[in-house]
């Protein structure tokens, strides 16, 4: 039987530099040490409220455009928003932003939205702002080890 505890990442990635910034998320939550967690990237539009309700712990991710989270993002919230908010309260998250000077808007409006879900922040957000630099890519695969070896510690 499987018994794996299930970690999905949402991601928008639509440049090299967010292509590499979601890879190394999925390549820190699917660290070779952490044995009893099954990883799942989708992207936003190609996720959906039943692949909420089957996970024990979310990582989303966005760009910030024009202030606010990505559209495929926000489509994602409107989908599993009400099909979601009654089922998946406590639900252990996290998220990461890709801004190229900002990124307060994209914060904003996913800790109002999470909020209403009532999920459960588990790792500090991370901003990647500014010019890109090579060093996001370390924060984020520290992101996805992280959240993937506390799930599988028991640890929420
Ligand atoms: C139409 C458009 C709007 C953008 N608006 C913002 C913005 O409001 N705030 C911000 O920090 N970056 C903004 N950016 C920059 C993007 O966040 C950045 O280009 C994106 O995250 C991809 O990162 P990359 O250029 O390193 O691939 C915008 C980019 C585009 C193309």
Redesign the pocket.
Known sequence: MDCKKKLLIVSHAP????LTLREAVAQGAGHEDIENVEVTVLAPLDAGPEDVLACDAIILGT?????YMSGALKDFFDRSYYPCLEKTQGLPFTYYI??????TGTQRAIESITTGLRWKTVQEPLLCRGE?SDEFEGQCRELGMYVAASLDAGLF
């Open positions: 440049s090299p530099n967010t760009t910030e455009n024009l202030g890709r801004a190229g000077h900002d990124g890109y």
